[in-house]
Nanobody, 116 residues
Framework: QVRLVERGGGLVQPGGSLRLSCSAS????????MGWYRQAPGKSRELVAT???????NYRNSVRHRFTISRDNAKEMVYLQMNTVNPEDTAIYYC??????????WGQGTQVTVYQ
């Protein structure tokens, strides 16, 4: 059974930083493309960033150069370093795993709130 558990959400002021982490189990981690998605109130879930097993990354334009996705294959962890956050980053952030067979798995989400 695949299990993804996010940690690290919370309240942060504009311009601040936050680091999310996601632990994975039940999946052959090194072959999975890992990602972070987010969903703001009243909006659809959107891709934030992805990273392949060999470290190739992809970002949505609005977070490029502010957010960094990384992974530790030995620990089966994926991270999202969020810098210079703004209120538009407020959302529930979900960890995602895509297997080589194109199966998708989701964590339960962690709330990030950027407040004045």
């Amino acid at each position: 059974q695949v299990r993804l558990v996010e940690r690290g959400g919370g309240l942060v002021q504009p311009g601040g930083s936050l680091r999310l982490s996601c632990s994975a189990s039940g999946i052959r981690f090194v072959t999975a493309t890992m990602g972070w998605y987010r969903q703001a109130p009243g909006k659809s879930r959107e891709l934030v960033a992805t990273i392949t097993g060999i470290g190739k990354t992809n970002y949505r334009n609005s977070v490029r150069h502010r957010f960094t996705i990384s992974r530790d294959n030995a620990k089966e962890m994926v991270y999202l370093q969020m810098n210079t956050v703004n209120p538009e980053d407020t959302a529930i952030y979900y960890c995602n795993a895509e297997s080589p067979q194109n199966k998708y798995y989701w964590g339960q989400g962690t709330q990030v709130t950027v407040y004045q």
